[in-house]
């Protein structure tokens, strides 16, 4: 029992990063229907962006106030990055033939790694753990269950970034914007929506949230490397997919399932396979539940 | 036409997002500081070279786009190609069997070759599955990793022999393609890409965690060489060796001249099968299933029986040329199976264009050959390979040979466009 609970509480944490990630792909998805197989590579971007960050405030004293500077600088950033990348990488691929945009993101995926590598080196980069500590939520014949600050404070910033993100996609122009292109991008353009420029935005607030989700992952685990975007990016598509391609909601539902089994698996079968289990998964929720678990049922046009 | 002005304002506007894009990354560099903790090391003259060059990219290609001649578009590059492309494709198997015979020629060069030939075949190879039955793979790389290991495995624990095993393995890769390849038959487009990538990452990952079989990370190792009748290539010479039996010294390049004829006889039986098959119903079938599913479900066609063939002759090459891969390397390792594997030979598919049998070895000579040529720059390889994809795409999204001649017609056959075909939904 205790066991089984401190499992839920690590799967939470893991599940929160990769329903972070998981939002930009199914964002990006249902806007322009295509795998932004470089998603995986922002969120790297953006945890490199996060130990820059950290390492250039050093000298702050407050860590709040340092974790918030970087989660603001890796956001502003990476952003940008998603801005460049679909201009640079996709926009001239629109309306092309659909292999094209994936072969371009592909390799925009392979050229942002080597990017990295090149630039900061091979070698793995670790922080010392900026909150440390915690606290025992549970003793059962001596297993402590923890709570560690970190894990609370990552949901916490999770949550918080995502209500703000619900707001702009429900409440604003933009976001009325964003899901009317979603819905039927060239009627949305005769009515006087600039299709391009949401897009972008789209992007945009994609990549920001990868760089949210970067930044918890060099929080929590203290190591990152340059590899690590491919295998986050591919979770992170197996939530989007299990949640339903297209739908907010079930991008982060399907986070939090593929952390909670991610983290189950490990404690209960071998961890050595925990990566085979959620590609397992994926398989057979693809094979079985193609829509997902909130997606819409798309009906077929001959 | 936009005035200079305009130009550079566009080009500045271009660096100062580089120079923020590249400030964190080129600009500062992460270094292990004292007392443990990380530090950064600005390096301002490289981000000043990297905006610079970027400012510079910009304005000219700016220029460029205005003062480019116009041009009709049907005669293309890719059209010429395609006119050329009766003579060129037979101009091009010449010298490919010529090449290790040329006096003099480099040991290296000749290994190059049986490496781009390696991919040409496996280029070739997932064409059947992407190219003519639209059908997107990104897990290809597990069948030429289930090549691999057969023969290794085979030849480890049973002494089979390369040429006992080669059958074998392409018959056990295209039952892997079929069992694989039976659970995603009502899956399309990038759905199927991401099952079949995750298919390729399960194989990998059981090969790296299953020890007692694989050995694990550490791979497998000693793996024979292949023999010409019975006559090894050792470096040895004397009797029973292939030197030794027609009396000459032995030398490297007399093992590696064989193992590239055995990859260019290989890859030309891949591209004699799909020429033959285009021209069959199955083929027929394939490029029907690519254009439209739902028409061709309505003409009684298969789907199942399409697909799975696709899938499992697809696989059949890959687990071909895996098994060449591991007598060629004498040595295998779940590294040379990654995602990236997968990756450049679907590059060299789409690159290649619409299916296109020469396009396909155009590309894969751009690919693989431009990179290993660029040895001196080897950490920036893979960089320059990415970038390159991102580019080409771009510049050409149809890759090079954007046209088609059609399988079937009536009198003359005439050329056509790639924007016609259909990119294969299936």
New interface residues.
């Given amino acids: 029992m205790a066991y089984a609970l401190q499992q839920l509480i690590n799967g939470v944490t893991l599940g929160m990063i990769y329903g972070l990630i998981a939002v930009g792909y199914t964002m990006v998805y249902g806007i322009i229907g295509m795998i932004n197989f470089a998603h995986g590579d922002v969120f790297m971007i953006g945890a490199y962006l996060g130990i820059i960050a950290l390492t250039a405030l050093t000298g702050i004293t407050s860590v709040p106030l340092g974790i918030i500077a970087a989660l603001v600088f890796s956001a502003a950033f990476c952003g940008l990055y998603g801005f460049s990348i679909e201009r640079v990488a996709y926009r001239p691929l629109r309306g092309s033939f659909r292999l094209a945009p994936l072969i371009s993101a592909i390799g925009m995926s392979i050229l942002l790694e080597n990017y990295v590598q090149t630039s900061q080196g091979a070698l793995e980069r670790a922080i010392p753990s900026l909150i440390p500590g915690g606290i025992t939520v549970l003793t059962e014949n001596g297993f402590n269950v923890q709570l560690s600050w970190m894990q609370i404070a990552i949901v916490v910033i999770t949550l918080a970034v995502l209500a703000i993100f619900t707001y702009i996609v429900t409440r604003t122009p933009l976001g009325r914007a964003m899901r009317a292109v979603e819905q039927d991008a060239k009627m949305a353009a005769l009515l006087g929506i600039d299709t391009n420029r949401t897009i972008s935005y789209t992007f945009i607030i994609g990549s920001a949230l990868a760089a949210v989700a970067g930044v918890m992952f060099l929080l929590y685990y203290g190591v990152i490397d340059f590899y690590i975007g491919f295998n986050a990016g591919i979770k992170a598509f197996t939530a989007a997919v299990l949640g339903g391609i297209g739908s907010l909601p079930g991008a982060v539902l399907g986070g939090l399932l593929i952390g909670l089994i991610e983290a189950f698996w490990s404690g209960y079968a071998t961890v050595a396979y925990k990566d085979v289990a959620v590609y397992s998964i994926l398989a057979i929720v693809l094979m079985f539940m193609p829509t997902g678990l909130l997606g819409r049922n798309e009906v077929e046009k001959v | 036409m936009k005035s200079l002005s305009a130009n550079l304002k566009d080009s500045l506007a271009v660096a100062l997002?580089a120079c923020?894009?590249f400030g964190?990354?080129?600009g500062?560099?992460?270094r292990d500081g004292d007392n443990g903790?990380?530090?950064?090391t600005p390096r301002p003259e490289l981000l000043a070279i990297a905006v610079g060059l970027t400012f510079i990219a910009r304005f000219l290609m700016l220029l460029w786009h205005d003062h480019r001649p116009r041009r009709p578009p049907a005669a293309g590059l890719s059209y010429a190609m395609a006119k050329t492309g009766k003579y060129f494709a037979p101009a091009l198997l010449v010298v490919a069997v010529a090449l290790p015979l040329i006096p003099g020629i480099a040991n290296s060069y000749v290994d190059l070759g049986v490496l781009i030939m390696t991919y040409i075949m496996l280029g070739w190879g997932l064409n059947i599955v992407?190219g003519l039955a639209g059908l997107?793979d990104l897990g290809y790389v597990a069948f030429y990793a289930v090549g691999a290991y057969s023969y290794a495995l085979l030849s480890q624990n049973f002494g089979l022999s390369f040429w006992e095993c080669l059958p074998l393995c392409g018959i056990l890769a295209a039952a892997w393609g079929i069992f694989l390849g039976f659970?995603?038959l009502?899956?399309r487009?990038?759905?199927l890409?991401?099952?079949t990538?995750?298919?390729g990452?399960?194989i990998r990952?059981?090969i790296t965690?299953w020890v007692a079989l694989t050995g694990g990370p550490n791979g497998i190792d000693g793996i024979p060489h292949p023999s010409l009748f019975g006559l090894k290539f050792s470096m040895a010479g004397g009797p029973g060796t292939f030197a030794g039996f027609l009396g000459i010294d032995p030398t490297p390049s007399q093992r590696t001249g064989y193992l590239y004829y055995i990859i260019l006889a290989l890859a030309l039986l891949t591209n004699w099968v799909t020429l033959r098959l285009r021209k069959q119903p199955l083929g027929r079938a394939w490029e029907a299933l690519r254009e439209d599913e739902?028409a061709c479900r309505s003409l009684g066609i298969n789907l199942r029986n399409t697909k799975l063939t696709a899938f499992a002759i697809g696989a059949m090459f890959g687990g071909f040329a895996g098994c060449f891969f591991a007598t060629r390397e004498g040595f295998i390792s779940p590294d040379s199976f990654t995602?990236?594997e997968s990756?450049t030979v679907?590059?060299i598919v789409?690159?290649g264009g619409a299916g296109s049998q020469l396009g396909i070895v155009l590309a894969a000579c751009v690919m693989i050959g431009v990179p290993e040529l660029l040895q001196s720059l080897q950490?920036?390889r893979?960089?320059i390979?990415?970038?390159?994809?991102?580019v080409i795409?771009?510049v050409r999204?149809?890759g090079f040979i954007s046209t088609r001649r059609p399988t079937v017609s009536l009198g003359h056959a005439k050329i056509i466009g790639?924007?016609l075909i259909s990119?294969?939904?299936g």
């Fill in positions: 997002v923020l894009l964190p990354f080129l500062l560099q992460l903790n990380l530090a950064l992407v997107l659970p995603v009502r899956l487009g990038d759905y890409a991401i099952v990538l995750a298919f990452e399960i990952l059981v965690n739902i995602f990236i990756a679907l590059a789409v690159l950490i920036y893979m960089l390979f990415g970038l390159a994809l991102v795409m771009v999204p149809r790639a924007e990119e294969g939904r």
